[in-house]
């Protein structure tokens, strides 16, 4: 496993950025507008996207690493569900939910270290979910309602406990949480700010509801995940086309849509239980350097009472908020993160679970 992409092709990655500029600016005029609305800048995508038709023939991912195996060592067998995160040295540290532990990774592909096992005590998991690095880089794991601290070197720290479950959560540039969860009575997705010790600060200002309501329960969990990049935040909208960029605090600055319908998880009541339906999720959204927005897109379409058609791709947006195109994917893959050199992550479910790392380049 060993990545010679970065020993042999630096002259390459040197022409990526300027690649991206050019063809940024691949059709003479953008389709959509920009305004304001009650202070915040709305940008309105229409059409094909700046590198217009054929998007997909403009991008290609040369995979240089690859962690994952049908069969042999243990710690390159997961079970179906990841999580990841990558810190500035490029090291990869892998969540593996269904064997409730945390594995590291160098940038080369070597093996470091493994911990965690089922249960509830210390540096043990009941329901892990993700994982996130602290400013300072060392592991912060979601498991229902607390998280889980760890050193660069898999040394449990401690466990805060938030107030009840959340989906998903940010550490803030000041240690803050920001946990998303759900709310009652409808569709949709709230979140709070949580002090570094747990407590309960104050509401996230926006509460995103749609769809019908509902006598019990709630909560968006298809999309709706914050993402923090140069000190804002961006969450795609569960239900619809939108990804809102905030600042720390909440203050809504920029609203970006696109004319892609993205049809809301159905709502099926029966009894005293209930289930959510998602045939669309747009998101989460993802940072390339400083050029560029990456936003997941997950579509399923029915074309009879029994066959459905299915597509995954990634829409990519310049500085500016503009649509360039869409990348067709493949439907067993997913993208995962994005690191500080513009190495993309995709996690791949079948034949077996494994995560690789890619670099892209534009045509």
């Given at each position: 496993?060993?990545n010679t992409?970065h020993?042999?092709?630096?002259?390459?990655?040197?022409?990526?950025p300027a690649?991206?500029?050019?063809f940024g600016?691949?059709?003479?005029k953008?389709?959509?507008?920009?305004?304001?609305e009650?202070?915040v800048?709305?940008?309105?995508?229409?059409?094909v996207g700046?590198?217009?038709e054929g998007?997909s023939e403009?991008v290609q991912?040369?995979e240089?690493?690859?962690?994952?195996?049908?069969?042999?060592?243990d710690y390159?067998m997961?079970v179906?569900?990841?999580?990841?995160a990558?810190d500035?040295g490029?090291?990869?540290?892998?969540l593996?939910r269904g064997?409730?532990?945390?594995?590291k990774?160098?940038?080369?592909?070597?093996?470091?270290w493994?911990?965690?096992?089922k249960?509830?005590?210390?540096?043990?998991?009941?329901y892990?979910?993700?994982i996130?690095?602290?400013?300072?880089e060392e592991?912060a794991l979601?498991?229902s309602?607390?998280?889980?601290f760890?050193?660069?070197?898999g040394?449990?720290q401690k466990?805060?406990?938030?107030m009840?479950?959340f989906m998903?959560?940010?550490?803030?540039?000041?240690?803050?949480f920001l946990a998303?969860?759900m709310v009652?009575?409808?569709?949709?997705?709230?979140?709070?700010y949580?002090s570094p010790?747990?407590?309960?600060?104050k509401?996230f200002?926006d509460v995103y509801?749609?769809?019908?309501?509902i006598?019990?329960?709630g909560?968006a969990w298809y999309g709706?995940?914050?993402?923090?990049?140069?000190n804002k935040?961006?969450?795609s909208l569960p239900?619809?086309?939108?990804?809102?960029?905030?600042?720390l605090e909440g203050k809504?600055l920029?609203?970006i849509r696109?004319n892609l319908?993205?049809?809301?998880?159905?709502?099926e009541?029966?009894?005293?239980s209930?289930?959510?339906?998602a045939s669309d999720?747009?998101g989460?959204c993802f940072?390339y350097?400083d050029e560029?927005m990456?936003?997941?897109?997950?579509l399923?379409?029915?074309k009879?009472?029994?066959k459905y058609?299915?597509?995954k791709?990634?829409d990519f947006f310049?500085?500016?908020?503009?649509?360039?195109?869409?990348?067709?994917?493949p439907?067993?893959?997913?993208?995962?993160?994005i690191?500080?050199?513009?190495n993309?992550?995709?996690?791949?479910?079948?034949?077996y679970?494994?995560?690789i790392r890619?670099?892209m380049i534009l045509?």
């Amino acid at each position: 496993m060993k990545n010679t992409w970065h020993k042999h092709g630096l002259s390459l990655l040197a022409l990526i950025p300027a690649l991206i500029l050019l063809f940024g600016c691949a059709k003479e005029k953008w389709e959509g507008k920009i305004y304001k609305e009650q202070g915040v800048t709305i940008v309105e995508n229409q059409g094909v996207g700046l590198w217009g038709e054929g998007a997909s023939e403009k991008v290609q991912f040369i995979e240089d690493l690859s962690i994952g195996k049908y069969e042999g060592e243990d710690y390159l067998m997961f079970v179906r569900y990841l999580s990841i995160a990558v810190d500035s040295g490029l090291n990869l540290y892998i969540l593996d939910r269904g064997n409730h532990r945390l594995l590291k990774f160098d940038r080369e592909g070597n093996f470091l270290w493994q911990t965690g096992r089922k249960g509830q005590g210390p540096g043990e998991f009941q329901y892990p979910r993700d994982i996130t690095l602290t400013p300072s880089e060392e592991v912060a794991l979601s498991d229902s309602s607390s998280i889980h601290f760890f050193t660069k070197d898999g040394k449990y720290q401690k466990t805060i406990k938030l107030m009840g479950s959340f989906m998903n959560f940010t550490i803030l540039p000041d240690a803050r949480f920001l946990a998303a969860k759900m709310v009652r009575g409808q569709l949709g997705l709230a979140a709070e700010y949580y002090s570094p010790d747990g407590k309960l600060l104050k509401q996230f200002p926006d509460v995103y509801r749609y769809g019908p309501k509902i006598s019990f329960g709630g909560g968006a969990w298809y999309g709706g995940e914050f993402k923090l990049h140069d000190n804002k935040l961006y969450l795609s909208l569960p239900g619809t086309y939108e990804i809102r960029e905030y600042d720390l605090e909440g203050k809504a600055l920029t609203k970006i849509r696109r004319n892609l319908e993205i049809k809301p998880p159905e709502v099926e009541t029966k009894g005293n239980s209930i289930a959510f339906h998602a045939s669309d999720v747009s998101g989460p959204c993802f940072f390339y350097l400083d050029e560029m927005m990456v936003n997941l897109v997950s579509l399923m379409e029915k074309k009879d009472e029994e066959k459905y058609e299915f597509k995954k791709c990634l829409d990519f947006f310049n500085q500016k908020k503009q649509f360039l195109g869409s990348y067709k994917m493949p439907e067993d893959k997913t993208l995962a993160a994005i690191d500080s050199e513009g190495n993309f992550y995709f996690i791949q479910w079948e034949p077996y679970p494994k995560v690789i790392r890619s670099q892209m380049i534009l045509f």
